[in-house]
């Protein structure tokens, strides 16, 4: 069975930074896409960024771009976000998730996703 456990979140200033970390367990395969995305309260959950396990290519929101990068350690099993430059809009439970034999590189639908970490969160003070 897949696991995800999700650690790093935290209170922060704007202008902050915060690391999140993903601990991913329970895979048999290499073919998956882990993918970071987060859910403010009354707001849908969007995607944040993702990263393919096989090629190690990535993607990520227009409006993270240039702030947070997604990196991977594949011997630890873990992924990670780097969130620079934050914002008070960035305040919001943060999950990763895994979607097994993708087939759209870059994928930030969370629908796509098959299994789900439990959620950190993050507090952006202005």
């Known amino acids: 069975e897949v696991q995800l456990v999700e650690s790093g979140g935290g209170l922060v200033q704007a202008g902050g930074s915060l690391r999140l970390s993903c601990a991913a367990s329970?895979?048999?395969?290499?073919?998956?896409?882990i993918g970071w995305f987060r859910q403010a309260p009354g707001k849908e959950r969007e995607g944040v960024s993702c990263?393919?396990?096989?090629?190690?290519?990535?993607n990520y929101k227009e409006s993270v771009k240039g702030r947070f990068t997604i990196s991977s350690d594949n011997a630890k099993n873990t992924v990670y976000l780097q969130m620079n430059s934050l914002k008070p809009e960035d305040t919001a439970v943060y999950y990763c998730?895994?979607?097994?034999?993708?087939?759209?590189?870059?994928?930030?639908?969370?629908?796509?996703?098959?299994?789900w970490g439990q959620g950190t969160q993050v507090t952006v003070s202005a």
């Open positions: 998730a895994a979607e097994f034999y993708p087939i759209v590189p870059g994928e930030l639908d969370p629908d796509e996703y098959d299994s």
């Open positions: 329970g895979f048999t395969f290499d073919d998956y896409t």
């Open positions: 990263i393919s396990r096989s090629d190690g290519s990535t």
